[in-house]
């Protein structure tokens, strides 16, 4: 059976929607398949202008959908695409926060057609943490039609709701699902060579570095992360900002270590307002972007690191250990949370 029996959340709230929606599932041992069909009477309207992946999709129509692989409301995984294939996805936290620097292992196609546009999703079972113990997961969607302003959901439609992890259906049926051998290494090596022979210089100045990355399932709802020499070159840049107040600027983390199990790390404080908690940051007692920088916001090499986390049980774990290195006149550090 489809989850069809969207409602309304805006303009008319608790109203059927004017565009159907119907969401189907399948799963094989190591993935889970979506079949996503938007009906649209008038196609040729459909807005899908956004192509950069995990950009926000204010202006374009789209399908959003939120997975909580231990059914416990704590936390999930987000995810959204618009009829032109964009694809998003970040964590999501309890308080309605996300982190769209996490980059997930899933693929998708979209087909438009007389009847509207369609989606075929993959997603592998290695690309999440869960329980394997359950058999059912909770599940949430919502789908936007921008030119009528018409946000419908499956669950969770009421205007102080919407799609957060506190308010999801249930996906039955889950069993027998591997993650795999649970193991993911990814090694690099560096090496430069430098010479000046025009110039009368004869020496010759070699370079070389090499490290590794290394992440294991313990459990399936537990995964392990070791760092040796880390190397950041693959992240992505920040973007560029203009500060005119007295007061730092927090750029969001997106080193691939610091973003596993991220969650478990946010100890920040959220203002709150009378429809629930809001993007601002009151109080952020520990932020890992200051992890890897001197006493004058200077770079600093990691040596190593080695971090946990996850579920146990009911309790959710994150312990995380961070050697840095010396750098001219600053001494190495040793960081733990």
């Given amino acids: ?18 565009e159907k929606t119907e969401v189907r599932f399948l799963y094989t041992s190591d993935a889970i398949y979506m079949g996503v069909t938007c009906y649209d009477d008038e196609p040729e309207k459909m807005l899908g202008n956004t192509m950069k992946r995990d950009e926000g999709l204010r202006s ?24 032109s294939g964009l694809m998003a996805d970040s964590l999501m936290s309890p308080q309605g926060q996300t982190n769209r620097d996490w980059d997930g292992i899933w693929n998708a196609r ?28 909770g599940v949430n969607f919502q789908r936007t039609v921008r030119r009528k302003n018409e946000e419908s959901l499956w669950m969770g439609w009421g205007l102080n709701q919407g799609l957060r992890i506190q308010y999801t259906g249930q996906l039955r049926g889950i069993t027998n699902v591997s993650q795999g051998h649970g193991l993911d290494v990814r090694p690099y090596a560096v090496a430069s060579s430098a010479a000046s022979p025009g110039r009368g210089r004869t020496e010759t100045n070699n370079d070389a570095a090499f490290g590794v990355d290394a992440y294991y399932s313990v459990t399936p709802a537990l995964r392990a992360n070791l760092t040796v020499n880390t190397d950041f070159a693959q992240t ?3 973007q560029r900002q203009v500060n005119l107040t007295q007061y730092s600027l927090f750029f969001p983390e997106k080193r691939g270590f610091f973003l596993e199990g991220a ?7 959220y203002e709150s307002n009378n429809f629930g908690p809001s993007r601002n940051v009151a109080v952020v007692p520990f932020f890992t972007r200051r992890i890897g920088l001197d006493a004058n916001g200077d770079p600093q090499k990691i040596e190593y690191g080695v971090k946990l986390n996850g579920t146990a049980g009911r309790q959710d774990i994150g312990v995380m250990h961070i050697r840095t290195g010396e750098e001219g006149t600053e001494p190495g550090e040793e960081i733990s949370a």
């Fill in 236 to 238: 992505e840049v920040d």
């Fill in 60 to 83: 374009d129509d789209r399908f959003m959908w939120i997975l909580d692989t231990f059914a416990d409301a704590r936390n999930g995984y987000f995810f959204e695409m618009n009829p």
């Fill in 263 to 269: 969650s478990n790390f946010d100890f920040a404080s």
């Fill in 1 to 18: 059976m489809p989850a069809k029996d969207f409602v309304q959340q805006i303009p008319v709230n608790g109203s059927e929607p004017t």
């Fill in 110 to 137: 979209v087909r438009r057609s007389e009847i509207g546009w369609t989606i075929e999703i993959e997603l592998p079972f290695r690309s999440f943490n869960f329980n394997p113990n359950l058999e059912s997961w």
